[in-house]
């Protein structure tokens, strides 16, 4: 059987974490708001998701607030 695993990693500015943003945030970047960004990586997601894969996603400040349980958290997907 084949395992189809994705594992997305955002980061927390381009990807607008909602721990850091509100949906009417405005990107100073992209200039789109957060919840405009937020569906187009859910869109992208769903896309994923409907090719048969399962996502897993990681958030940068997850993974520098604690890089080996989220490692770890990653390992684990893929071995499921």
Known sequence: MIRRK????????WHCNPDDFNG???HR????????IWE????KIDLIKSKG????????SE???DPESTL???LNFLND
């Open 6 to 13: 994705c594992i997305e990693f955002n980061g927390d500015f």
């Open 24 to 26: 009417n945030d405005i």
């Open 29 to 36: 970047v992209k200039n789109k708001t957060a919840k405009e």
């Open 40 to 43: 187009i990586d859910r869109n």
């Open 53 to 60: 894969y399962d996502v897993l996603t990681i958030w940068e």
């Open 63 to 65: 993974y520098r607030k």
């Open 72 to 74: 770890k958290k990653c």
